[in-house]
Protein backbone atom coordinates (compact mmCIF):
# COMPACT_ATOMS: atom_id res chain seq x y z
CA UNK A 1 0.00 0.00 0.00
CA UNK A 2 0.87 3.38 -1.05
CA UNK A 3 2.27 6.12 2.44
CA UNK A 4 0.17 8.41 0.89
CA UNK A 5 -3.04 6.71 1.27
CA UNK A 6 -2.87 6.36 4.99
CA UNK A 7 -5.69 7.56 6.99
CA UNK A 8 -4.26 8.91 10.15
CA UNK A 9 -6.29 8.86 13.60
CA UNK A 10 -5.28 8.67 17.20
CA UNK A 11 -6.69 6.11 19.17
CA UNK A 12 -8.21 6.02 22.59
CA UNK A 13 -7.23 2.83 23.86
CA UNK A 14 -8.19 3.33 27.55
CA UNK A 15 -9.32 0.58 29.25
CA UNK A 16 -9.53 -1.73 26.11
CA UNK A 17 -7.49 -4.11 25.02
CA UNK A 18 -4.60 -4.37 23.10
CA UNK A 19 -2.76 -7.70 22.11
CA UNK A 20 0.80 -7.71 21.97
CA UNK A 21 1.99 -11.16 20.25
CA UNK A 22 5.89 -11.88 21.14
CA UNK A 23 7.81 -11.07 24.37
CA UNK A 24 11.41 -9.78 22.75
CA UNK A 25 13.04 -6.35 22.27
CA UNK A 26 10.31 -5.33 19.76
CA UNK A 27 7.77 -5.55 22.18
CA UNK A 28 9.65 -4.21 25.22
CA UNK A 29 9.80 -1.17 22.83
CA UNK A 30 5.88 -0.81 22.39
CA UNK A 31 4.09 -1.81 25.68
CA UNK A 32 5.11 0.79 27.55
CA UNK A 33 3.30 3.88 25.56
CA UNK A 34 0.30 1.15 25.68
CA UNK A 35 0.35 1.35 29.32
CA UNK A 36 0.88 4.94 29.32
CA UNK A 37 -2.29 4.90 27.29
CA UNK A 38 -4.44 3.05 29.45
CA UNK A 39 -4.75 0.06 26.76
CA UNK A 40 -5.55 -3.27 28.35
CA UNK A 41 -2.25 -5.14 27.41
CA UNK A 42 -2.05 -8.09 27.25
CA UNK A 43 1.11 -10.34 26.14
CA UNK A 44 1.39 -13.63 24.28
CA UNK A 45 4.67 -15.45 24.13
CA UNK A 46 6.26 -18.45 25.62
CA UNK A 47 9.28 -15.72 26.49
CA UNK A 48 9.45 -12.52 27.87
CA UNK A 49 12.19 -9.76 28.25
CA UNK A 50 13.14 -9.34 32.03
CA UNK A 51 11.99 -5.82 31.52
CA UNK A 52 8.42 -6.90 30.15
CA UNK A 53 8.69 -9.15 33.26
CA UNK A 54 8.88 -7.00 35.83
CA UNK A 55 5.93 -5.35 34.10
CA UNK A 56 4.03 -8.21 34.59
CA UNK A 57 5.06 -8.57 38.30
CA UNK A 58 3.64 -5.08 38.41
CA UNK A 59 0.34 -5.74 37.56
CA UNK A 60 0.83 -3.46 34.25
CA UNK A 61 0.62 -6.13 31.34
CA UNK A 62 -0.82 -9.38 31.64
CA UNK A 63 1.10 -12.19 29.93
CA UNK A 64 -0.10 -15.65 28.59
CA UNK A 65 2.80 -18.16 28.48
CA UNK A 66 2.29 -19.50 25.28
CA UNK A 67 2.48 -19.79 21.16
CA UNK A 68 -0.31 -17.19 19.62
CA UNK A 69 -3.71 -18.63 18.87
CA UNK A 70 -6.16 -17.29 16.89
CA UNK A 71 -8.73 -16.45 19.76
CA UNK A 72 -6.48 -14.43 21.33
CA UNK A 73 -8.28 -11.36 18.90
CA UNK A 74 -11.51 -11.79 20.14
CA UNK A 75 -11.68 -9.50 22.58
CA UNK A 76 -9.08 -7.12 21.09
CA UNK A 77 -9.64 -3.50 19.64
CA UNK A 78 -5.86 -3.19 18.91
CA UNK A 79 -3.09 -5.33 17.82
CA UNK A 80 0.49 -5.70 17.33
CA UNK A 81 2.42 -8.34 15.92
CA UNK A 82 5.64 -8.08 17.36
CA UNK A 83 7.87 -11.75 16.74
CA UNK A 84 10.90 -11.90 15.19
CA UNK A 85 9.02 -14.71 12.99
CA UNK A 86 7.71 -13.36 9.85
CA UNK A 87 5.71 -16.34 9.26
CA UNK A 88 4.14 -16.14 13.03
CA UNK A 89 3.82 -12.22 12.49
CA UNK A 90 1.73 -13.37 9.31
CA UNK A 91 -0.36 -15.20 10.91
CA UNK A 92 -1.29 -13.03 13.72
CA UNK A 93 -2.23 -10.11 11.09
CA UNK A 94 -4.21 -12.63 8.66
CA UNK A 95 -6.28 -13.24 11.95
CA UNK A 96 -6.03 -9.64 12.79
CA UNK A 97 -7.91 -8.92 9.43
CA UNK A 98 -10.23 -11.40 10.12
CA UNK A 99 -11.69 -10.42 13.17
CA UNK A 100 -11.60 -6.94 11.72
CA UNK A 101 -8.62 -5.37 14.22
CA UNK A 102 -6.19 -3.12 13.47
CA UNK A 103 -2.59 -4.79 13.51
CA UNK A 104 0.62 -3.51 13.62
CA UNK A 105 3.47 -5.46 11.49
CA UNK A 106 6.57 -4.81 13.52
CA UNK A 107 8.94 -6.43 10.99
CA UNK A 108 7.26 -4.77 7.85
CA UNK A 109 4.78 -1.99 8.64
CA UNK A 110 3.98 -2.26 4.31
CA UNK A 111 1.88 -5.67 5.51
CA UNK A 112 0.51 -3.89 8.52
CA UNK A 113 -2.84 -1.99 8.79
CA UNK A 114 -1.66 0.26 11.44
CA UNK A 115 1.31 1.80 11.65
CA UNK A 116 3.18 3.48 15.03
CA UNK A 117 4.45 6.89 14.44
CA UNK A 118 6.95 8.27 16.03
CA UNK A 119 5.16 10.23 19.13
CA UNK A 120 6.43 13.45 20.64
CA UNK A 121 4.42 15.44 23.12
CA UNK A 122 4.64 19.31 24.65
CA UNK A 123 2.12 21.27 26.37
CA UNK A 124 -1.01 19.42 25.31
CA UNK A 125 -0.21 18.35 21.59
CA UNK A 126 0.86 15.01 20.51
CA UNK A 127 3.30 15.27 17.67
CA UNK A 128 2.63 11.53 15.14
CA UNK A 129 5.19 11.51 12.31
CA UNK A 130 4.71 8.33 10.20
CA UNK A 131 6.73 7.32 7.52
CA UNK A 132 7.00 3.29 7.44
CA UNK A 133 10.50 3.47 5.35
CA UNK A 134 12.54 5.86 7.19
CA UNK A 135 12.27 5.41 10.96
CA UNK A 136 14.96 7.24 12.00
CA UNK A 137 13.76 10.30 9.51
CA UNK A 138 10.73 10.34 11.41
CA UNK A 139 11.95 9.96 14.57
CA UNK A 140 14.41 13.03 13.87
CA UNK A 141 11.49 15.13 12.27
CA UNK A 142 9.41 14.58 15.56
CA UNK A 143 12.69 15.89 17.43
CA UNK A 144 12.90 18.52 15.88
CA UNK A 145 9.20 19.24 16.00
CA UNK A 146 8.89 18.77 19.56
CA UNK A 147 11.98 21.23 20.16
CA UNK A 148 10.28 24.07 18.70
CA UNK A 149 7.31 23.74 19.95
CA UNK A 150 9.55 23.58 23.51
CA UNK A 151 11.55 27.02 22.67
CA UNK A 152 8.63 28.63 21.06
CA UNK A 153 10.00 29.01 17.42
CA UNK A 154 6.70 26.62 16.38
CA UNK A 155 3.13 27.04 17.00
CA UNK A 156 3.53 29.63 19.54
CA UNK A 157 1.43 28.98 22.48
CA UNK A 158 -2.24 30.75 22.95
CA UNK A 159 -1.42 33.59 25.96
CA UNK A 160 -1.82 31.00 28.95
CA UNK A 161 -3.63 31.52 32.05
CA UNK A 162 -0.98 33.96 33.53
CA UNK A 163 -0.21 32.14 37.24
CA UNK A 164 1.75 34.37 39.70
CA UNK A 165 3.66 32.36 42.25
CA UNK A 166 7.50 31.78 42.88
CA UNK A 167 9.38 28.86 41.08
CA UNK A 168 12.48 27.84 43.00
CA UNK A 169 14.80 26.77 39.72
CA UNK A 170 17.96 24.64 39.68
CA UNK A 171 20.43 25.16 37.24
CA UNK A 172 22.58 22.67 37.56
CA UNK A 173 26.31 22.91 38.07
CA UNK A 174 27.29 25.11 35.04
CA UNK A 175 27.02 24.36 31.56
CA UNK A 176 23.99 25.70 30.55
CA UNK A 177 22.68 22.39 28.72
CA UNK A 178 22.81 20.67 32.36
CA UNK A 179 19.70 21.86 33.71
CA UNK A 180 16.57 20.67 33.02
CA UNK A 181 13.54 20.75 30.54
CA UNK A 182 11.00 21.77 33.21
CA UNK A 183 13.76 24.51 34.50
CA UNK A 184 14.48 26.28 31.40
CA UNK A 185 10.48 26.57 30.94
CA UNK A 186 9.92 27.99 33.54
CA UNK A 187 12.69 30.26 33.20
CA UNK A 188 11.18 31.30 29.89
CA UNK A 189 7.98 32.25 30.95
CA UNK A 190 9.12 34.36 34.08
CA UNK A 191 8.58 37.67 34.56
CA UNK A 192 11.00 37.92 36.76
CA UNK A 193 14.35 36.14 37.29
CA UNK A 194 16.59 36.42 40.79
CA UNK A 195 19.30 35.05 39.75
CA UNK A 196 22.69 34.35 41.73
CA UNK A 197 26.17 34.48 40.82
CA UNK A 198 26.69 30.57 40.61
CA UNK A 199 23.28 30.08 38.36
CA UNK A 200 24.34 29.30 34.51
CA UNK A 201 24.20 32.99 33.37
CA UNK A 202 24.45 32.23 29.60
CA UNK A 203 20.63 31.11 29.75
CA UNK A 204 20.25 35.15 31.06
CA UNK A 205 20.69 36.35 27.40
CA UNK A 206 18.08 34.23 26.12
CA UNK A 207 15.45 35.70 28.53
CA UNK A 208 12.89 37.74 26.56
CA UNK A 209 14.18 41.60 26.88
CA UNK A 210 10.86 42.52 29.02
CA UNK A 211 11.78 40.12 31.86
CA UNK A 212 13.20 41.63 34.99
CA UNK A 213 16.50 40.72 36.25
CA UNK A 214 17.35 41.32 39.84
CA UNK A 215 21.27 40.45 40.54
CA UNK A 216 21.34 38.81 43.89
CA UNK A 217 25.36 39.63 43.91
CA UNK A 218 24.53 44.02 44.22
CA UNK A 219 21.51 43.36 46.79
CA UNK A 220 22.71 44.33 50.31
CA UNK A 221 25.76 42.59 51.39
CA UNK A 222 25.71 40.47 54.53
CA UNK A 223 24.97 36.79 54.64
CA UNK A 224 21.26 37.30 56.59
CA UNK A 225 20.62 40.91 55.20
CA UNK A 226 21.01 39.25 51.96
CA UNK A 227 18.45 36.67 52.28
CA UNK A 228 16.02 38.67 54.23
CA UNK A 229 16.17 41.03 51.16
CA UNK A 230 15.88 37.99 48.76
CA UNK A 231 12.79 36.73 50.50
CA UNK A 232 10.77 40.11 50.24
CA UNK A 233 11.80 40.49 46.64
CA UNK A 234 10.46 37.68 45.64
CA UNK A 235 7.53 37.92 47.61
CA UNK A 236 6.59 41.46 46.91
CA UNK A 237 6.81 40.43 42.73
CA UNK A 238 4.80 37.84 43.20
CA UNK A 239 1.95 39.36 45.36
CA UNK A 240 2.33 42.15 42.51
CA UNK A 241 1.01 39.35 40.47
CA UNK A 242 4.25 38.31 38.70
CA UNK A 243 5.83 35.07 37.93
CA UNK A 244 8.97 34.91 39.64
CA UNK A 245 11.67 32.37 38.82
CA UNK A 246 14.39 32.11 41.88
CA UNK A 247 17.58 30.51 40.02
CA UNK A 248 20.25 29.05 41.51
CA UNK A 249 22.95 26.86 40.47
CA UNK A 250 23.23 23.49 41.14
CA UNK A 251 20.03 22.43 43.77
CA UNK A 252 18.56 25.29 45.63
CA UNK A 253 17.99 22.81 48.69
CA UNK A 254 21.53 21.96 48.91
CA UNK A 255 23.43 24.54 50.64
CA UNK A 256 21.06 27.12 48.77
CA UNK A 257 18.64 28.41 51.56
CA UNK A 258 15.63 27.66 48.85
CA UNK A 259 13.81 26.30 52.02
CA UNK A 260 13.96 29.66 53.87
CA UNK A 261 12.27 30.73 50.37
CA UNK A 262 9.74 28.15 50.29
CA UNK A 263 8.68 29.42 54.20
CA UNK A 264 8.89 32.81 53.44
CA UNK A 265 6.55 32.13 50.19
CA UNK A 266 4.23 30.27 52.45
CA UNK A 267 3.78 32.79 55.06
CA UNK A 268 2.79 35.26 52.48
CA UNK A 269 0.67 33.13 51.18
CA UNK A 270 2.23 32.55 48.00
CA UNK A 271 2.51 29.76 45.80
CA UNK A 272 5.60 27.95 45.61
CA UNK A 273 7.03 25.37 43.13
CA UNK A 274 10.07 23.75 43.12
CA UNK A 275 12.23 22.30 40.01
CA UNK A 276 15.12 20.53 40.88
CA UNK A 277 18.47 21.16 39.39
CA UNK A 278 21.65 18.78 39.24
CA UNK A 279 23.76 19.00 42.31
CA UNK A 280 27.23 19.91 41.89
CA UNK A 281 28.69 17.48 44.94
CA UNK A 282 27.85 14.48 42.26
CA UNK A 283 27.41 16.27 38.96
CA UNK A 284 30.88 17.80 39.01
CA UNK A 285 33.10 15.17 39.79
CA UNK A 286 31.31 13.03 37.14
CA UNK A 287 31.46 15.31 34.45
CA UNK A 288 35.18 15.26 35.46
CA UNK A 289 35.22 11.36 35.31
CA UNK A 290 35.02 10.85 38.78
CA UNK A 291 32.54 8.22 40.25
CA UNK A 292 31.46 8.96 43.56
CA UNK A 293 30.45 5.75 44.46
CA UNK A 294 32.23 2.28 43.19
CA UNK A 295 31.27 -0.88 44.07
CA UNK A 296 33.70 -3.05 45.88
CA UNK A 297 35.20 0.53 47.07
CA UNK A 298 33.05 2.58 48.85
CA UNK A 299 29.36 2.40 50.17
CA UNK A 300 28.87 5.56 51.34
CA UNK A 301 29.48 9.28 50.22
CA UNK A 302 28.72 12.24 52.19
CA UNK A 303 28.41 15.97 51.41
CA UNK A 304 29.77 18.44 53.49
CA UNK A 305 30.35 22.01 54.05
CA UNK A 306 33.50 23.56 54.37
CA UNK A 307 32.55 27.24 55.24
CA UNK A 308 33.95 26.48 58.58
CA UNK A 309 36.48 25.11 59.70
CA UNK A 310 36.51 22.29 62.24
CA UNK A 311 36.46 23.28 65.69
CA UNK A 312 34.44 26.50 64.90
CA UNK A 313 31.48 27.13 67.59
CA UNK A 314 29.25 27.38 65.37
CA UNK A 315 30.09 24.41 62.89
CA UNK A 316 27.41 21.67 62.98
CA UNK A 317 29.39 19.13 61.58
CA UNK A 318 31.15 15.72 63.03
CA UNK A 319 34.77 15.97 61.92
CA UNK A 320 35.61 13.26 63.92
CA UNK A 321 32.70 10.99 62.85
CA UNK A 322 33.42 11.78 59.38
CA UNK A 323 36.83 11.01 59.55
CA UNK A 324 36.12 7.33 60.95
CA UNK A 325 34.05 6.92 58.11
CA UNK A 326 35.28 4.56 55.34
CA UNK A 327 33.59 6.25 52.17
CA UNK A 328 33.44 9.31 49.78
CA UNK A 329 33.90 12.86 50.92
CA UNK A 330 32.76 15.81 48.73
CA UNK A 331 33.39 19.13 50.23
CA UNK A 332 32.11 22.21 49.31
CA UNK A 333 32.62 25.90 49.70
CA UNK A 334 36.15 24.49 51.12
CA UNK A 335 38.84 26.00 49.46
CA UNK A 336 39.66 28.64 52.33
CA UNK A 337 39.53 25.45 55.04
CA UNK A 338 40.38 22.71 53.18
CA UNK A 339 43.85 22.40 54.73
CA UNK A 340 42.62 22.70 58.18
CA UNK A 341 40.01 19.71 57.17
CA UNK A 342 42.49 17.85 55.35
CA UNK A 343 44.26 18.14 59.32
CA UNK A 344 41.29 17.11 60.88
CA UNK A 345 40.28 14.12 58.73
CA UNK A 346 44.14 12.85 59.46
CA UNK A 347 44.10 13.41 63.04
CA UNK A 348 40.50 11.67 62.70
CA UNK A 349 42.00 8.33 61.56
CA UNK A 350 42.12 8.68 57.51
CA UNK A 351 45.59 7.93 55.62
CA UNK A 352 47.78 10.78 54.88
CA UNK A 353 47.74 8.92 51.34
CA UNK A 354 44.04 9.06 51.08
CA UNK A 355 43.74 10.47 47.23
CA UNK A 356 42.14 13.84 47.14
CA UNK A 357 40.66 15.77 43.72
CA UNK A 358 39.65 19.36 43.19
CA UNK A 359 37.56 20.22 40.67
CA UNK A 360 37.49 23.66 40.10
CA UNK A 361 35.19 25.43 37.52
CA UNK A 362 33.38 22.13 37.18
CA UNK A 363 31.33 21.83 33.77
CA UNK A 364 32.59 25.12 32.65
CA UNK A 365 35.39 25.83 30.07
CA UNK A 366 38.22 26.86 32.46
CA UNK A 367 37.11 23.16 34.17
CA UNK A 368 40.24 21.66 35.89
CA UNK A 369 41.23 19.20 37.98
CA UNK A 370 43.90 19.27 40.90
CA UNK A 371 45.30 15.64 42.25
CA UNK A 372 47.17 15.49 45.41
CA UNK A 373 46.46 12.96 48.89
CA UNK A 374 45.04 14.27 52.31
CA UNK A 375 48.62 15.23 53.14
CA UNK A 376 49.82 17.15 50.05
CA UNK A 377 46.40 18.92 49.58
CA UNK A 378 47.12 21.99 51.52
CA UNK A 379 50.55 22.47 49.17
CA UNK A 380 48.67 21.85 46.15
CA UNK A 381 45.97 24.13 46.66
CA UNK A 382 48.35 26.90 47.15
CA UNK A 383 50.72 25.77 44.16
CA UNK A 384 47.83 25.18 42.07
CA UNK A 385 46.41 28.74 43.06
CA UNK A 386 43.11 27.06 43.60
CA UNK A 387 40.28 28.98 43.82
CA UNK A 388 36.46 28.52 44.82
CA UNK A 389 34.63 27.27 43.05
CA UNK A 390 35.43 24.29 43.35
CA UNK A 391 34.42 20.70 45.12
CA UNK A 392 36.76 18.52 46.94
CA UNK A 393 36.41 14.95 46.61
CA UNK A 394 38.03 12.76 49.25
CA UNK A 395 38.49 8.93 48.71
CA UNK A 396 39.38 5.46 47.06
CA UNK A 397 37.24 6.49 44.14
CA UNK A 398 39.59 9.08 43.32
CA UNK A 399 42.34 6.43 42.64
CA UNK A 400 39.88 4.55 40.05
CA UNK A 401 39.78 7.52 37.94
CA UNK A 402 43.22 8.22 38.24
CA UNK A 403 45.79 5.37 39.83
CA UNK A 404 48.20 7.82 39.20
CA UNK A 405 47.39 10.13 42.01
CA UNK A 406 49.68 10.29 44.60
CA UNK A 407 52.62 8.95 42.87
N1 LIG B 1 23.24 24.77 45.38
C1 LIG B 1 24.54 24.44 44.84
C2 LIG B 1 25.66 24.63 45.83
C3 LIG B 1 25.80 26.02 46.39
S1 LIG B 1 27.14 26.18 47.50
C4 LIG B 1 24.51 22.99 44.31
O1 LIG B 1 23.56 22.26 44.54
O2 LIG B 1 25.47 22.62 43.64
C5 LIG B 1 28.43 26.72 46.46
C6 LIG B 1 29.49 25.64 46.30
O3 LIG B 1 29.07 24.70 45.35
C7 LIG B 1 30.82 26.14 45.79
O4 LIG B 1 31.61 26.68 46.81
C8 LIG B 1 31.42 24.88 45.24
O5 LIG B 1 31.94 24.06 46.27
C9 LIG B 1 30.21 24.17 44.69
N2 LIG B 1 30.03 24.38 43.25
C10 LIG B 1 28.92 24.79 42.64
N3 LIG B 1 29.06 24.82 41.30
C11 LIG B 1 30.32 24.39 41.06
C12 LIG B 1 31.08 24.18 39.88
N4 LIG B 1 30.58 24.42 38.66
N5 LIG B 1 32.35 23.72 40.00
C13 LIG B 1 32.87 23.46 41.21
N6 LIG B 1 32.21 23.65 42.35
C14 LIG B 1 30.94 24.10 42.29
Redesign the pocket.
Known amino acids: MDDSTLYPSGLRLDGRRVLVVGGGEVAQRRVPQLIAAGADVHVVSPDVTPAIEGLVGSGEVSWHRREFAEADLAEAWYAVAATDDAGVNQRVSAAAEQHRVFCVRADDAQQGTAWTPAVGRHDGLTVAVLGSREPRRSAALRDEVVEGLREGRLGSAPERPRTAGVTLV?GG??RPELMSIAGYQALMEADVVVADR?APRELLGDLPDDVELLDVAKLPRGRSAQQEAINQVIVERALAGSRVVRF?????F???RGYEEVIACREAGVPVTVIP?L???VA?PAVAGIPVTHRGITHDFTVVSGHLPPGHPESLVAWDAIARMQGTVVL???VHNAPAIATALVEGGRAPGTPVAV??????PTERTVLATLGTLADQLEAERVQ????IVVGEVVRVAHPEVGD
Open positions: GPGLKGGDNVFGGTSPVMMAVCDGTMAPAI
